[in-house]
């Protein structure tokens, strides 16, 4: 499949693509930026955010997009808002040496024959957010943070970023008490500023976006059991160099090392 496009072959191919889907668009997944029909000019002021079409404040956590910026494969996922089922293919596109994915998105709310039965379609819907969800706790799993994360600290760094570490020590690591962990932590951190990681088996990953740190810092040690957790916690400014999500992992990771050797 072609990839490499000038604007005008572009812009002709868009052009034929529109007259079967509802939506063309180009994006930029990084910033989740609409670049065409708004702009392709990195400079433009016009640009919008492209989870708007889906009611919402922030990058889609199914976002197929930054998949596919990542991969160069093409990927789908249908989405539902105001009472209309979309689906939505994401493809690799690379125009005058810049990286984009085009998105096409067709509106099939008036033909959902095409399934058998209304479980194969919510079954089709949440395929995209299993990739990225825990199955024992249903927090997100490592590989959000490679997809999704490390774009979305990207956008925030003129924000304050904290990340909260949390081990749980390998005595007390039971299934149960896992998943009472994982309940506590989605209570509390699973909202627009706030995202919860099951990073390996016996940890966890609280990241917070332009929170106050001592107010994170107290709600993390307010769990109940604390003794059985060692925490690491840092802030992205303390980062010297390059300000990333996995130097922040690595500084609280180091924090989380230090309290185990407190307590040996």
């Known amino acids: 499949m072609k990839t490499e496009y000038t604007l005008e072959e572009l812009k002709n191919e868009m052009s034929v693509l529109e007259n079967t889907f509802t939506t063309v668009r180009l994006v930029n997944p990084k910033k989740c930026k609409i670049c065409y029909p708004d702009s392709l000019f990195i400079n433009s002021k016009q640009w919008h955010s492209c989870f708007v079409t889906w009611d919402k404040c922030r990058r889609c956590n199914n976002c197929i997009s930054i998949r596919t910026l990542e991969t160069h494969r093409s990927h789908s ?37 095409v399934f058998s039965n209304g479980s194969a379609m919510y079954a089709f819907m949440d395929q995209t957010n299993n ?58 951190f699973s909202d627009e500023k706030n995202i919860c990681i099951r990073y390996d088996r016996n940890e966890f990953l609280v990241v917070s976006i332009d929170s106050e740190t001592d107010a994170f810092r107290k709600k993390i040690e307010k769990q109940e059991n604390r003794e059985k957790f060692k925490i690491g916690i840092a802030e992205m400014s303390e980062i010297e160099g390059r300000r990333d999500i996995f130097s922040l992992i690595a500084l609280a990771d180091k924090r989380v090392s230090g309290e185990k050797n407190n307590i040996l």
């Not at 990207?154 to 149960?176: P, T, W, Y």
């Open 131 to 188: 990739v990225i969800t825990d199955f024992e706790t249903g927090t997100y799993n490592r590989r959000y943070v490679d997809e999704h994360l490390a774009p979305f600290i990207s956008q925030n760094r003129d924000k304050n970023v904290c990340m909260a570490l949390i081990h749980i020590d390998a005595r007390f690591g039971d299934e149960d008490f896992i998943k009472k962990t994982a309940e506590y932590l989605n209570a509390g």
């Open 77 to 113: 996922k249908m989405e539902y808002v105001n009472d209309r089922v979309y689906i939505i293919m994401s493809r690799y596109i690379v125009c005058e040496g810049k990286e984009f994915v085009m998105e096409t998105m067709k509106d099939i709310s008036d033909s959902m024959d």
